[in-house]
């Protein structure tokens, strides 16, 4: 399955799950880990984890096998590797503090400023 296919098909199952604020980040060449990240909210622990096991499920549905998950038995925020995608499921105070959207967006320091600091 393409790239892009996948991340329909997961925005397509936790839009059928209602989770909220669902945002992809691409990190292609900020991360050697993955290529997108895919940032939804639950409205409570169940929820969290509801939407999470739905995405693992349906994966598994279409013969692919999550390569790891974790906080499964926590519930505020649930990671979920694809390989090429890692969805991340948060409560909203958690998504709130960690920000992953600013911390995965940022952008080369300019030129200018690495010589001013002496980089």
């Known amino acids: 399955m393409q790239t892009e296919q996948l991340i329909e098909l997961v925005r ?8 909220r ?4 980040i691409d ?12 940032i939804a909210c639950g409205t409570s622990k169940r929820h ?11 994966m598994k549905e279409n013969n692919l096998q999550p390569i790891g998950t974790e906080g499964q038995g ?29 911390l995965w967006s940022f952008d080369p320091v300019d030129e200018a400023v690495e010589e001013e600091v002496g980089l």
């Not at 397509?12 to 989770?19: N, Y």
């Not at 604020?21 to 992809?24: A, K």
């Not at 990190?27 to 895919?38: F, L």
């Not at 969290?48 to 349906?58: C, G, L, P, R, T």
Request: glycine share 4%; proline share 2%.
């Open 48 to 58: 969290v984890m509801s939407i999470a096991q739905d995405v693992i499920e349906k």
């Open 27 to 38: 990190v292609r060449g900020k991360s050697s880990v993955t290529d997108y990240m895919m």
């Open 74 to 102: 926590v519930g505020d925020w649930v990671l979920v590797d694809l390989g090429d995608l890692v969805i991340h499921v948060m409560m909203p105070d958690a998504r709130s503090f960690y920000d992953l959207e600013r």
């Open 12 to 19: 397509t199952t936790m839009d059928d799950m209602k989770a």
């Open 21 to 24: 604020d669902i945002d992809v």
